[in-house]
């Protein structure tokens, strides 16, 4: 049986940092909600995270223009296949749509978007409390639907890996797995001191 076909290297670096990048996001962003007293803490660190992630999306979409995805396996289900693209492109919208719109609603309030010390990012949007409303709402209902996006991600990800074990799961695992169905390589026997000794 062949090696599982992998994504490249760039393409799982940018998966795996990007995992911990939104998870700290949705988490800072649920703190946000929730926890006054370090409100200023978490804005100053939500926002550059923010910016970080559009910038990595941006640069995952090249790579995966330049190097197409292993391909899925033969025997998945159509609505699987189905599902899997859609999961994907919408996960992908979630990522770019999420960021622009943050900067966006603090462009319309007027709030700066710092990202490190004096670099401040300029604003999109005029002033405009109305919109700063709107697009807050949006921002809400989006950090919910992509937190939903994520949980059904990791369930696929948990079912071809523990379950269909077909290879999907290892073509992004950032370790490298033996191809199922092979045997690990013999080990060396060492010859003990005794022998040495007893040898010509």
Do not use: C
Request: proline fraction near 10%; avoid cysteine; charged fraction near 15%.
């Amino acid at each position: 049986m062949t090696e599982t076909a992998r994504f490249n290297r760039p393409a799982r670096l940018l998966h795996w940092t990007m995992a911990a990048l939104i998870l700290a996001m949705l988490l800072t962003g649920a703190a946000m909600v929730t926890s006054l007293a370090d409100y200023s803490t978490l804005v100053a660190l939500h926002r550059p995270l923010g910016i970080l992630i559009l910038l990595l999306a941006g640069l995952r979409l090249a790579n995966r223009w330049r190097h197409a995805p292993p391909p899925l396996p033969a025997n998945l289900p159509v609505w699987q296949r189905r599902a899997a693209h859609g999961s994907h492109i919408l996960l992908y919208g979630l990522m770019l749509a999420m960021p622009l719109i943050g900067w966006a609603m603090l462009s319309a309030a007027r709030y700066p978007v710092i990202l490190a010390g004096p670099v401040v990012l300029p604003p999109i949007l005029p002033q405009d409390p109305m919109l700063y409303a709107a697009l807050r709402r949006l921002h809400t209902v989006l950090a919910y639907g992509l937190f939903a996006v994520i949980l059904a991600h990791l369930a696929a990800a948990l079912l071809h890996a523990l379950i269909r074990r077909d290879g999907v799961f290892a073509s992004m695992a950032p370790w490298r797995s033996r191809p199922a169905g092979t045997a690990a390589p013999p080990k060396r026997r060492s010859r003990s001191l005794e022998s040495l000794i007893r040898s010509p």
